[in-house]
């Protein structure tokens, strides 16, 4: 979880650092801006999930998911609300690409675990 974290930062500072020198700063910060809204309710998630609770089950933990992924939604509806409402001026294509790229790392994380378990499981195959 702290590794997709950490990749939704830096691909979101990679994508800042590039729209800020190639389209200027309104571009950067809004990159910034949108990235931001991605990455700090999947840490409202990420903590959720791993905060210790009072009752270790299975229901603990899909109920701590579930309140989790609301939260998640609600503060992603806040974040977009208060950058549309207070930022001004805005570059909207840039904001929602920060967002998508930061997203984006998500997948590629979700991918590249299946891809690691994948290739645990053949090589244990016949004890090699």
Avoid at 4 to 15: E, K, R, W
Avoid at 34 to 39: D, R
Avoid at 87 to 108: D, E, K, N
């Amino acid at each position: 979880m702290l590794k997709v974290l950490g990749g939704q930062i830096g691909i979101g500072a990679i994508l800042t650092a590039v729209l800020w020198v190639y389209c200027g700063p309104v571009a950067g910060y809004s990159a910034l801006l949108g990235s931001l809204t991605c990455v700090l309710p999947n840490g409202f998630l990420a903590l959720r999930l791993t905060v210790p609770r009072r009752d270790p089950g299975a229901r603990a933990l899909i109920r701590a998911a579930y309140v989790g992924e609301l939260g998640k939604l609600a503060l992603t509806v806040l974040f977009f609300s208060m950058v549309f409402v207070f930022v001004r001026p805005i570059s909207v294509a840039a904001l929602f690409a920060g967002f998508i790229a930061a997203q984006l790392m998500t997948f590629a994380g979700l991918l590249l675990r299946d891809g690691q378990e994948t290739e645990e499981n053949t090589s244990n195959n016949n004890g090699e």
